[in-house]
């Protein structure tokens, strides 16, 4: 069965960069039928689409995030992160990742983490 | 890229069927079969229920159903129960290898 689990710091500065990964476990991020996701969801709010990776590196991120985001991956630990730069009390949320099918379908998730921003 | 538009909250007794609409426009849901509806208890990570607009995984109750006319998506799902209560949320594609969500509608079962 396929297992995804977040990982990273709690707790990030004000304009610091928020930094999580996400191990994937129970199958190979190598897959080429899938891309692996981030998304997030502010407290008591919905969710919201942050971007996509395919195992080759290329990423795929929303718009409106875009110039501070980056993720990347690491096929030989299974691995797959994001980097969130400059952030702001906004940027507090649980954070997933996923299994992504079809560019869009997030058929696996991991159990998410919350990050807060606060100094 | 803006949000697709569900409403806030629905509400419905046991046995009963409900339907949740999810309406984006030409760029999203009206160009591709690929909505794709979640399933969210508190505290926990959303469920996939349907994808490809009216698919269910394996393991998903023939009680949740989808529908797409247009701009607008409808996930219904019929035989209401207790466990039903949530949170559900629309997803759909929106070029560029990227998706987009709705903003989540709560459903009561009164």
């Known amino acids: 069965q396929l297992q995804l689990q977040e990982s990273g710091p709690g707790l990030v500065k004000p304009s610091e960069t928020l930094s999580l990964t996400c191990t994937v476990s129970?199958?190979?991020?190598?897959?080429?039928?899938?891309?692996w996701g981030w998304i997030r969801q502010p407290p008591g709010k919905g969710l919201e689409w942050i971007g996509s990776?395919?195992?080759?590196?290329?990423?795929y991120y929303n718009p409106s995030l875009k110039s501070r985001v980056t993720i990347s991956v690491d096929t030989s630990k299974n691995q797959f992160s994001l980097k969130l730069s400059s952030v702001t009390a906004a940027d507090t949320a649980v954070y997933y990742c996923?299994?992504?099918?079809?560019?869009?379908?997030?058929?696996?998730w991991g159990q998410g983490t919350l990050v807060t921003v606060s100094s | 890229q803006s949000a697709l538009t569900q409403p806030a909250s629905v509400s419905g007794s046991p046995g009963q069927s409900i339907t949740i609409s999810c309406t984006g426009t030409s760029s999203d849901v009206g160009s591709y079969n690929l909505v794709s509806w979640y399933q969210q208890h508190p505290g926990k990570a959303p469920k996939l229920m349907i994808y490809e607009v009216s698919k269910r995984p394996s393991g998903v109750s023939n009680r949740f159903s989808g529908s797409k006319s247009g701009n607008t998506a409808s996930l219904t799902i019929s035989g209401l129960q207790a466990e039903d209560e949530a949170d559900y949320y629309c997803?759909?594609?929106?070029?560029?290898?990227?998706?987009?969500f709705g903003g989540g509608t709560k459903l009561t079962v009164l």
């Open positions: 996923a299994r992504v099918r079809y560019s869009s379908e997030l058929d696996y």
């Open positions: 990776i395919y195992y080759s590196g290329s990423t």
């Open positions: 129970g199958g190979s991020i190598s897959s080429s039928s899938y891309y």
């Open positions: 997803c759909s594609y929106a070029g560029s290898s990227t998706g987009v």
